[in-house]
């Protein structure tokens, strides 16, 4: 950075910044240092929020559920009034009882004319496609069958939809694809055993799990990447049976042979192994999906049957469906559609159970616009944008 911007960043009174994407994460001067330019009660929530995440040692601040990302959309009041979005910040900043921020309220049940829901693969509310372990069928919202596929036999993550809604799924350990047109086309992607696969949103690559090996392949079935081993040259996997992308190209895979939740990012980089919230409780991940914020929902299958709720960093959150409190027996199969409902499907049953869990003023606020943000911003911050971007 230049001198000049740097002497303009001075006179902001901002110790350093840390960008994350568009988020800008604000050291705030001591209390002592602020000289009344706005009312200090504001500074002590920020910086009481900010102690509590530097007391982690070894934690940065990104990697709890991050409630000072609403800041640049709620900034400091010159007036010294505390808005309602500040108190909530305040009221959250402990991190202690994550039940009051995640809550999944059943809307719906789709009785499907399969035996059991091993899979399910979703773009919009209306169509899905779901599996048992020789079928894959198209219904809508109701339940009504519109197309069926013969796939003999599989356990796992076994189709996937494209971001332009065609059907990938896996047959005979090879690959086809049934397009929005009705074709069907092999894409020649053999191997000795396919266990899961899935289509990213972002790129159109196709991420398959063969066993202990994750292979990424381009739209048209040309392989890209092969990745098996960590950093360290470690297996990174045993028995990959569901996978899943998150928003920031990570892969995440359910490890039936280790147990456990595996992640990487786009570098190959191993990121977490989750391997359940409490040591002394058995956790076997099953389908596992995530959510516009990047969340990881993941269906635990033993004998305590939870779906859990992970941030990005594979830290846990909240047990976002349980046993006791929504009847859960045996969830296998998880999706969340464009409008942000949750299907879960069951083993040994032929109802999907439909929740939503996200409240509707946090989607509205997160597909606000950064022209919408940029507008709310004060104009401190709004210079500290303008000198990133020209860093």
């Not at 995440?53 to 990697?63: L, P």
């Not at 693969?121 to 496609?129: A, D, I």
């Not at 040994?348 to 616009?369: C, F, G, L, Q, S």
Request: glycine share 6%.
């Amino acid at each position: 950075m230049e001198q000049h911007n740097k002497d303009k960043l001075r006179r902001l009174n901002i110790d350093y910044f840390i960008v994350d994407f568009i988020i800008v994460y604000l050291q705030i001067p001591k209390e002592s240092e602020v000289k009344g330019r706005f009312n200090n009660d504001h500074y002590q929530i920020m910086l009481e929020h900010l102690s509590d995440r530097s007391g982690d040692i070894g934690t940065d601040c990104r990697e709890k559920q991050s409630y000072l990302s609403i800041m640049p959309n709620y900034p400091v009041s010159p007036t010294g009034e505390i808005s309602q979005e500040l108190s909530l910040l305040k009221r959250h900043s402990k991190y202690t009882d994550m039940s009051t921020v995640y809550r999944a309220v059943h809307t719906a049940s789709i009785n499907v004319s399969l035996k059991e829901v091993k899979h399910i693969s979703c773009l919009t509310p209306n169509r899905l496609w779901v599996s048992d372990m020789k079928k894959v069928q198209e219904i809508d919202e109701k339940g009504h069958l519109l197309r069926e596929l013969d796939i003999c036999f599989t356990l796992f993550g076994s189709h996937t939809l494209t971001k332009s809604g065609d059907l990938l799924f896996l047959k005979d350990n090879d690959v086809f694809m049934l397009t929005s047109k009705g074709e069907i086309r092999n894409l020649y992607i053999s191997a000795s055993l396919h266990f899961c696969i899935h289509s990213s949103r972002l790129t159109g690559d196709i991420l398959i799990g063969d066993i202990n090996i994750v292979t990424r392949y381009n739209n048209l079935g040309m392989k890209i990447d092969q990745i098996e081993f960590d950093n360290d040259g470690r297996s990174l996997y045993v028995e990959t049976i569901f996978i899943t992308e998150n928003i920031n190209e990570d892969i995440i895979v359910s490890d039936n042979g280790k147990n456990a939740i595996v992640a990487i990012n786009k570098s190959r980089r191993h990121l977490f192994c989750y391997k359940g919230h409490r040591p002394r409780i058995t956790f076997r991940p099953g389908g596992i999906c995530t959510d516009m914020f990047g969340q990881i929902l993941v269906c635990n299958v033993s004998e305590n049957p939870n779906v859990h709720l992970l941030d990005q960093k594979g830290h846990f959150l909240a047990y976002l469906l349980t046993e006791y409190q929504h009847g859960l027996d045996c969830p296998q199969a998880l999706c969340v559609d464009s409008e942000h409902n949750l299907y879960v499907g069951f083993c040994n049953d032929n109802e999907i159970n439909v929740y939503r869990y996200i409240r509707e003023k946090t989607i509205k606020d997160k597909k606000t616009t950064e022209a919408d943000i940029q507008k709310e911003l004060p104009g401190e911050l709004k210079l500290v944008l303008k000198l990133l971007q020209e860093v």
